[in-house]
């Protein structure tokens, strides 16, 4: 790979900016200091040092991000910020939401690169759960467990599959669905005569929201979490 690509991947600047530090002699290859930027390196082998810092490069990378309200779940848009705007060291990795949140609603979201992972936690047949805190207007019925577990028909005639409600106190519930419909969970509470107030996702499939992270903030997966989700 390109010295040049390699340090704008890691986050040291765009192509412009790091061809200014190699051309500077401010980065190291092996121990030895190289001035062209289109000089190869082996990603995997070879030693870099930039500001005396030594270079880790991620061919893959797996964000774990509190999302805040207000910022959409995609790579651009004409009008709102994105996440992708919230990630911006991580730009060019290419990265990209795995599956969506409303644009007013919180919490977990997995932003990655990894289009093999996104098919695989993203499919229909997968099931793969996903755990929603949920702050609700309206009488929540004894029957209503029951419409939970075995599929609630929506506005347009689509009976979602089996869910699961856990009631928190009177106006809070932690739901757990199993696909991803379009405002799936407000549908669901809607069909029911409540109303969804606050919407935030704390689990996806074996992921859990890190209780450190505000809103807005982020952290790269540790190894044991890529594990576990690669494996899936």
């Known amino acids: 790979m390109r010295l040049d690509k390699l340090l704008a991947h890691c986050g040291y600047g765009s192509r412009k900016d790091v061809k200014k530090y190699i051309r500077s002699g401010e ?17 995997e082998v070879d030693e870099i040092i930039v500001f005396d810092e030594s270079v880790s490069y991620q061919n893959k990378v797996y964000i774990m ?4 309200k207000n910022v959409v779940s995609a790579t651009f848009d004409n009008k709102a910020k994105t996440v992708i705007d919230l990630l911006s060291q991580y730009k060019n990795y290419k990265i990209f ?14 932003v990655s690169n990894d289009g093999a992972l996104c098919h695989k936690l993203l499919s229909p047949k997968n099931h793969v759960d ?4 949920v702050e609700f207007d309206g009488d929540f019925k004894q029957s209503y467990y029951n419409d939970f577990e075995m599929g609630i028909i929506l506005d347009d005639g689509y009976k979602t599959l089996p869910s699961h409600i856990e009631i928190i106190d009177e106006k809070k519930a932690i739901v757990t ?35 450190s992270l505000k809103e807005g903030e982020y952290r790269l997966l540790n190894k044991e979490e890529i594990s576990i989700l690669t494996s899936l």
């Open 27 to 43: 980065v190291l290859v092996n121990g030895e200091v190289i001035l062209d930027d289109d000089y190869k390196v082996n990603e």
């Open 130 to 133: 996903k755990k929603y805190l």
């Open 65 to 68: 991000l509190n999302k805040p």
């Open 177 to 211: 669905i199993h696909e991803g419909k379009f405002h799936q969970v407000k549908r669901m509470f809607l069909a029911l005569n409540m109303k969804v107030i606050n919407l935030k996702r704390i689990e996806f499939g074996p992921l859990v929201l890190d209780e």
């Open 97 to 110: 939401p795995i599956g969506r949140l409303d644009i007013d609603t919180t919490g977990l979201l997995l």
